[in-house]
């Protein structure tokens, strides 16, 4: 039997669940916290993103959904065009390529892989950067950076973890 | 069955060469678009506003319950210390009533001596004040973007100033949302001088919280607690706007604390200088204002018109830029670390 038009946009729908959730938390991400007490910090929501989709359900968001992350946030950081993209698809890339690795494994273990993931990717944008502009980002800033990319894996992850359900559901 | 699995596995083959095949085709955009913005051509300038443009309504409504979170922290906050800062307002308070008469005093005087030597008078500006929406966090860039753009008069290179100082300048204008390069980012350069020694030098960002002083003479007169404000030079940005004060100077390197707390912004002033901009009419004539101002009139100014007029009472702690001599700065608040009447001896 064929299914229907509804059918057809509710299935849509959950597929852009992903995309459109990373999207939003990068918009979150980029909203000013002018509340006392709070560190100015900026994690990397992309990495952490493209790093889940790709190891939990690398059919749902692929390598455009990766490029159109990173389109995003170069423009909302005012980073030079073209950096972001370029960092997401290799991580992308990297994970997919060893997808087998990550089957059945604890989350201990992609939690560890994602601060190497992490590492790469901070590296590459700060010399890709560095390149384009001639100037050096601040080492504490990259290094605070980091951290909290690290340390918003486990909350995020929860968050998609949830999304997964949803998107499994309708499968 | 076979067939079917020999069917599938050519649907395979060819999802993965598609997949492939994308790759490469967006790896190869990455990085043109990487060599189009170096050689910062239009079409990127373009995508960049538009986008901005287009997302800055979905950003308002997102920071809109993030202002709200810190408005009630703020509250919290102040209601902790609620005697302390009374007690210091007190002080404070006591201390700008003894500025506030030497304030007048001045204006008076430089009144007359303006009228004395036909002065010709600077432009005044208009302000469009603007919600901030979104802050670039700081790790590459310094950049926020406001809520005004090309429909409410906002134009590229406009500078932007808040209650403490100097914020930035606008360099992408949309339709309805503007980016903000800040003092703090790498690309940021600003002619100021030293506001006692009238010594002139260039406010470099370094994409950390304290930005540099380059490009300064005499470097042996600087101290720490120096302030620093717009030399008006370049005529990029007006004269006399509070930038800062000088934090440390150590191996020939002159950091400065900036008046504005960029992460804490909720709200940015441009200053607009009518088509003439910063230069202002060639055609204007001397100063023709005669009466000193009245009572509260110092503080005039948030939208202050060029028209003399009473105006409204000003903010609580607002007060035109000090020892400027410049009746086109904005009214600014005088940062508390600033206020030093001690050493100046009056």
Redesign the interface.
């Known amino acids: 039997m064929r299914p229907s038009f509804w059918q057809h946009l509710d299935l849509l729908a959950r597929r852009l669940i992903p995309v459109t959730l990373s999207l939003l938390l990068l918009l979150l991400a980029a909203v000013p916290l002018t509340a006392p007490g709070f560190l100015r910090a900026d994690p990397m929501i992309s990495v952490l993103c493209v790093y889940y989709w790709a190891v939990h359900r690398p059919d749902m968001m692929g390598y455009v959904g990766g490029f159109t992350l990173g389109l995003l946030e170069d423009i909302l950081m005012g980073t030079p065009m073209g950096v972001s993209p370029l960092v997401l698809l290799v991580v992308q890339w990297v994970i997919v390529t060893q997808y087998r690795f990550f089957v059945g494994k604890p989350f201990m273990v992609t939690w560890w892989v994602l601060g190497l993931v992490a590492l790469v990717a901070v590296l590459t944008k700060a010399m890709a950067v560095a390149l384009l502009t001639g100037h050096l980002a601040s080492p504490i800033a990259l290094a605070a950076s980091y951290a909290l990319t690290v340390l918003l894996y486990p909350p995020l992850g929860w968050l998609f973890g949830r999304a997964q359900v949803l998107l499994d559901k309708a499968a | 069955m076979m067939q079917s699995n020999g069917q599938m596995s050519r649907v395979g083959a060819v999802k993965v060469a598609l997949?492939r095949f994308?790759?490469v085709v967006?790896?190869l955009?990455?990085?043109?678009?990487?060599?189009?913005?170096?050689a910062d051509t239009l079409v990127?300038d373009r995508?960049?506003t538009a986008?901005?443009d287009a997302?800055a309504p979905?950003?308002e409504v997102?920071?809109k319950p993030?202002?709200s979170?810190?408005s009630v922290?703020?509250t919290v906050?102040e209601l902790a210390h609620l005697r302390q800062e009374n007690a210091t307002l007190r002080d404070e308070n006591l201390s700008l009533l003894r500025w506030q008469a030497l304030a007048r005093q001045l204006q008076a005087e430089n009144q007359r001596l303006r009228e004395l030597t036909a002065m010709v008078k600077d432009p005044k500006p208009r302000f469009i004040t603007a919600r901030?929406?979104?802050?670039?966090?700081?790790?590459?860039?310094?950049?926020?973007?406001v809520t005004a753009g090309a429909q409410h008069g906002a134009r590229k290179g406009q500078v932007v100033v808040s209650a403490q100082g100097v914020v930035g300048r606008l360099t992408e204008v949309g339709h309805r949302a503007s980016?903000v390069?800040l003092l703090t980012?790498?690309?940021s350069r600003v002619p100021v001088l030293l506001e006692e020694s009238r010594a002139r030098a260039i406010l470099m960002g370094?994409?950390?919280?304290r930005p540099q002083l380059a490009f300064l003479k005499a470097k042996a007169g600087v101290s720490p607690g120096d302030r620093i404000v717009t030399s008006g030079i370049g005529r990029l940005f007006p004269p006399g706007l509070p930038v800062g004060v000088v934090s440390s100077v150590d191996d020939g390197h002159i950091w400065v604390e900036l008046f504005i707390e960029d992460?804490?912004?909720?709200l940015a002033r441009i200053l607009d200088y009518g088509p003439d901009g910063i230069v202002g009419d060639p055609n204007a004539g001397p100063v023709v204002e005669t009466a000193p101002p009245q009572d509260g009139a110092a503080g005039v100014a948030p939208g202050a018109d060029p028209d003399p007029r009473p105006g409204p009472t000003p903010e609580a702690g607002t007060v035109a830029a000090p020892d400027t001599g410049a009746e086109a700065s904005p009214p600014v608040s005088v940062p508390r670390p600033a206020i030093r009447p001690a050493r100046d001896g009056r």
């Open positions: 997949q994308a790759f967006l790896v955009s990455a990085f043109t678009l990487m060599l189009l913005g170096k990127v995508m960049r986008v901005t997302m979905v950003l997102l920071s993030a202002a979170v810190a922290m703020n906050r901030v929406v979104a802050d670039s966090g700081g790790v590459f860039a310094r950049s926020l973007i980016r390069l980012d790498p690309n370094t994409n950390r919280d992460s804490r912004l909720e």
